[in-house]
């Protein structure tokens, strides 16, 4: 079966760092993929070069067989492939409501509502999605007034509300509490149940093991190794470079 | 929705407020036909119209031009040549000024994309100033320094003039809003918030720039296509610097990203200006040690202060009245 | 003819130069525009004229600490209570800038003074004849820039300019008094300001409204990149060549300014950050 999102032979370099190192992969459908690797690995870069952000100098990016290496990102994000940043960035003077609302302007979203569509349905039942409605008064709540656990969580309403059949999450659990994680978790595993391909950028290896059914490593810009959790902590290699103690001891 | 409806039951006040200025503003020849008096208005006016265009561009889009003569001068110097070229009246050249806005903005808008904020808002600076060395360059067609005068007046009685200033003010301010307010003001404001947020969430940002800019232009036009036949000439000094800031001054006084705000800013100024014609060589400096101290104290500008107050929310996007709505009929959202 | 050229736009940019080095220096640093360092130019020259009586020597000092003393109020009275709030901060400084022009016009009077300070002579370089006083300046310009550099690279506080230049927060974290860096950023624009007025006023006559002078800096800034000491310095230099040139082949006034503007919008195109701008945040 074709991969939903491939990248083939990425490279990038700024100046004379090389952050991605002709790197390849391929994300199949419906699955849940980890991307890790210690800081500088080259990770968000990654994601900027698939997502738009960054041009690459060399390598072809492809989602859903089409080459999407030169387009612009709002292009790319109305073509279903939607992300997050890795600092939470809502619009801090707006409302949480407006927020997640100027999603229903994008391309992807106007084609799709039918004229004279309600414009407030999608983002509240994105909203909701994210547990961020209940409670109402969220609502109006200014982007910049949100806690850091709730911004991460309007971040990924805003990007649902686009419909993506590909979500790359830069971070997602990064600051968040005991509590926040457990509901960042259960979000993450209901959008994979609906079928949503995620790929997950992240540090915090015990949140991520559970959900990731496989994981890539990265180290300065290249893959060092591919393959399911349980693979990924006894690969030697990776463990050696990164996994530490912490890795080994979640297999037991 | 209990927030919503009391964000509405005072924004309806404001509306009374509104109302009731601008009837009083209205009625204002009733009781005065001082000639002085009625043209500092019509010129606070003009200012109004000035100040919201940039406000729509800066205040709403994040986009700070400090180059707002730019379409000031030039949809000047186009109603000049219309009006004085071919005899074109002052009701034609004035929008077809506008229109001109509406293309200098277009250009204006290539250069924003490529330099980001800090250098565009530099670089607008000196937009002006290309196309008064282009006039100088060439004073036969353009009037070079001295400019083009005897432009048609709009009309031979002052209290005309002061309705049609009025009018035209009232309406922009209101079309300005009603953008602001709307889905693409949504937009704009998404840009200004965070650009890269908005192109990840499927937004074509240079698009809706671009659509900004025009807007920003056309009614940056009006205002000096309306100035030009109140003064009834035109010359280099329209694209000085100093109308520029008189836009900014006037919008910020009054609550950058307001839009409403670059009224009572506009009044301020002109007032303030005049007032303290009878202080002569102090004018200038009262008037910078004024604008001191509103910035420095009143930073968001003196319609925010009056609403914050009041814990009013500025600019409720249009598409919030269905939660009221929804909140009215029992719906559980 | 080239001879000409040559020096001319050397002794014009270097006073582009050292106006350019201090807005550099506090808008890449402090991220504000402070357009009250041309009004500061303007008194640091009129304060020298006053003092005059004095002595050369004593006026030149009086008038550099006064400059750099009202810098530190002006600091903390109004752009540092602002700091958030990077365009009002620009617009207290742009009615400041007033307020010093007005003041000034009222205590010394609208026209224009000559500064008379400087060294008399003339020097003959590559067949042409240049005052000396203009090779003065251009040395001191260079010299200026030359410390400034070493001041950033080498000293400790010059080390905690450049951290904040690049992310206040981190700074902060690391234990730099980010109020007093700022503050001392401040005061050495102030000096900048108030040194072109030592070396340049003598070249140039000055007058009250000629803190606009600071809009010639700006296309040099911008040209060489916003936070880019170097980058000014080039820019400035740059922008001093094209206008000589300009002035000289095809005619000066309006036609020099556009061919100028033209030039360094089409730079920016191809570089949107300037010659050596540093990407912004």
């Not at chain 1, 997050?84 to 106007?110: C, D, H, K, W, Y």
Request: with cysteine; hydrophobic share 50%.
């Amino acid at each position: 079966m074709e991969p939903i999102l491939e990248v083939r032979n990425l490279s990038k370099h700024f100046g004379g760092i090389t952050a991605v190192n002709n790197f390849s992969l391929q994300i199949t459908e419906g699955k849940i993929l980890g991307l890790i690797g210690p800081n500088g690995a080259g990770k968000t870069t990654l994601f900027n070069i698939i997502t738009g952000f960054t041009k690459p100098n060399s390598g072809t990016v492809l989602f859903e067989g089409r080459n999407i290496t030169k387009l612009k990102p709002h292009k790319i994000a109305n073509m279903g492939l939607a992300r997050t940043f890795q600092q939470a960035r809502p619009f801090r003077r707006m409302l949480a409501i407006e927020n997640v609302a100027v999603a229903n302007f994008s391309g992807r979203a106007m084609r799709r509502r039918d004229r004279g569509g309600d414009v407030l349905s999608k983002p509240l039942e994105a909203l909701r999605r994210v547990n961020l409605v209940p409670p109402e008064d969220n609502l109006f709540k200014l982007g910049g007034e949100m806690s850091h656990g709730q911004t991460k969580r309007l971040d990924i309403a805003r990007a649902l509300v686009l419909e993506p059949k590909v979500l790359l999450l830069d971070e997602p659990f990064s600051g968040l509490g005991v509590i926040e994680m457990t509901i960042m978790s259960s979000v993450i595993q209901k959008l994979h149940e609906e079928g949503i391909t995620v790929v997950i950028i992240e540090h915090k290896m015990r949140e991520l093991m559970k959900l990731a059914e496989k994981l890539v490593v990265m180290n300065f810009g290249e893959k060092i190794a591919e393959g399911s959790p349980r693979e990924i902590a006894e690969n030697a290699r990776v463990c050696e470079a990164y996994l530490g103690k912490e890795g080994s001891s979640l297999i037991a | 929705m209990e927030a919503v409806s009391k964000r509405q039951e005072e924004k309806i006040s404001v509306r009374t407020i509104i109302l009731t200025l601008s009837i009083l503003l209205l009625l204002l020849p009733v009781f005065s036909r001082d000639y002085y008096l009625l043209q500092i208005f019509v010129f606070a006016n003009i200012y109004a119209i000035f100040g919201a265009s940039w406000d729509i561009l800066a205040g709403v889009t994040g986009i700070f031009s400090f180059g707002q003569a730019l379409f000031f001068g030039a949809a000047a110097y186009m109603s000049a040549a219309l009006n004085l070229s071919f005899g074109i009246p002052p009701v034609l050249t004035i929008p077809l000024g506008g229109v001109f806005g509406v293309a200098v903005g277009l250009a204006v808008a290539v250069p924003s994309l490529r330099l980001k904020g800090p250098y565009f808002a530099i670089t607008s600076l000196i937009f002006p100033g290309i196309l008064a060395g282009i006039i100088y360059m060439y004073p036969t067609i353009t009037g070079g320094e001295a400019g083009k005068y005897g432009l048609t007046s709009i009309s031979n009685d002052i209290v005309i003039i002061y309705y049609a200033s009025l009018l035209l003010m009232l309406a922009a301010i209101f079309i300005l809003l009603r953008i602001a307010n709307s889905n693409i003001g949504l937009i704009f404001r998404s840009i200004r918030d965070d650009e890269d947020t908005a192109e990840a969430t499927g937004i074509n940002t240079t698009k809706y720039k671009f659509i900004s800019f025009a807007i920003s232009g056309f009614f940056a036009g009006i205002a000096g296509g309306f100035n030009a036949h109140i003064i009834k000439s035109v010359a280099p000094d329209s694209f000085s610097i100093f109308y520029s800031f008189n836009a900014i001054l006037g919008a910020s006084l009054g609550g950058v990203g307001t839009i409403f705000g670059s009224v009572p800013g506009a009044y301020l100024l002109s007032f303030l200006g005049e007032s303290l014609r009878g202080f002569g060589q102090f004018r200038v400096l009262i008037l910078a040690v004024v604008m001191i101290l509103v910035f420095r104290y009143l930073p968001e500008g003196i319609i925010r202060r009056i609403t914050r107050h009041y814990n009013i929310r500025f600019g409720l996007w249009s598409g919030l009245k269905r939660l009221r709505r929804k909140s009215e009929h029992g719906t559980n959202s | 003819m080239i001879e000409e050229i040559l020096i001319g736009g050397l002794i014009l940019g270097g006073q582009y130069a050292l106006l350019a080095l201090g807005f550099s220096l506090i808008s890449g640093v402090a991220r504000i525009m402070n357009f009250a360092l041309g009004a500061l130019y303007v008194l640091a020259a009129y304060l020298i004229y006053s003092s005059l009586p004095l002595g050369v020597g004593p006026a030149i000092t009086a008038s550099l600490v006064g400059i750099v003393l009202i810098s530190f109020i002006i600091y903390k009275v109004l752009i540092g209570p602002l700091r958030e709030k990077e365009a009002e901060a620009a617009l207290v400084t742009l009615a400041l800038a007033l307020m010093i022009q007005e003041l000034v016009k009222l205590i010394w009077g609208p026209d224009y003074k000559n500064i008379n300070i400087g060294i008399s002579g003339y020097v003959v370089l590559l067949g042409v004849r240049v005052v000396n006083q203009k090779v003065l300046a251009l040395t001191a310009t260079l010299v200026l820039f030359t410390a400034l550099s070493l001041f950033i690279k080498r000293t400790k506080t010059g080390k905690a300019v450049r951290a904040v230049s690049q992310n206040i927060e981190v700074a902060r974290l690391v234990g730099i008094n980010v109020s007093r860096v700022l503050l001392i950023v401040m005061g050495i624009s102030a000096l900048l300001a108030g040194l072109t007025a030592v070396f340049f006023a003598p070249i140039v006559v000055v007058s009250p409204t000629d803190w606009n002078i600071l809009f010639k800096a700006f296309p040099a800034i911008v040209l060489g990149g916003l936070g880019s000491l170097k980058g000014s310095v080039v820019g400035a230099f740059t922008i001093a060549f094209i206008e000589t040139i300009v002035a000289f082949t095809l005619g000066g006034g309006y036609l020099m300014q556009t061919v100028t503007f033209v030039i360094m919008l089409a730079v920016l195109f191809i570089k949107p950050t300037g010659l050596f701008g540093k990407p912004t945040k």
